[in-house]
Nanobody, 116 residues
Framework: QVRLVESGGGLVQPGGSLRLSCVAS????????MGWYRQAPGKQRELVAA???????NYAESVKGRFTISRDNVKNTVYLQMNSLKPEDTAVYLC??????????WGQGTQVSVSS
């Protein structure tokens, strides 16, 4: 079946960087809108960044200028480059693949912790 597997999370100091990866299987991710969401304890899941099949992007205001979403359709992989990380970026980051009138899939998430 469809699987979205995230990796690249970890513990980083404020100001540091991480790159998250989401590898899709069971689908051709190039035909999906791909997104990164995050969920912190006690908070609702929120959109961090999304990228369409024609590479249009959308970012949460809180991460603009710091995060970059990209996709490699050959590798069926979506990335989130995170720079200048802040403690408030701490959350579980989840990958999503969706189509407006079709399927909607989620990965299990990868933990990002920003702390000194």
């Amino acid at each position: 079946q469809v699987r979205l597997v995230e990796s690249g999370g970890g513990l980083v100091q404020p100001g540091g960087s991480l790159r998250l990866s989401c590898v899709a299987s069971g689908i051709s991710s190039r035909v999906f809108i791909m997104g990164w969401y995050r969920q912190a304890p006690g908070k609702q899941r929120e959109l961090v960044a999304a990228i369409t099949s024609d590479s249009n992007t959308n970012y949460a205001e809180s991460v603009k200028g710091r995060f970059t979403i990209s996709r490699d359709n050959v590798k069926n992989t979506v990335y989130l480059q995170m720079n200048s990380l802040k403690p408030e970026d701490t959350a579980v980051y989840l990958c999503r693949a969706r189509r407006p009138l079709g399927d909607d899939y989620w990965g299990q998430g990868t933990q990002v912790s920003v702390s000194s």
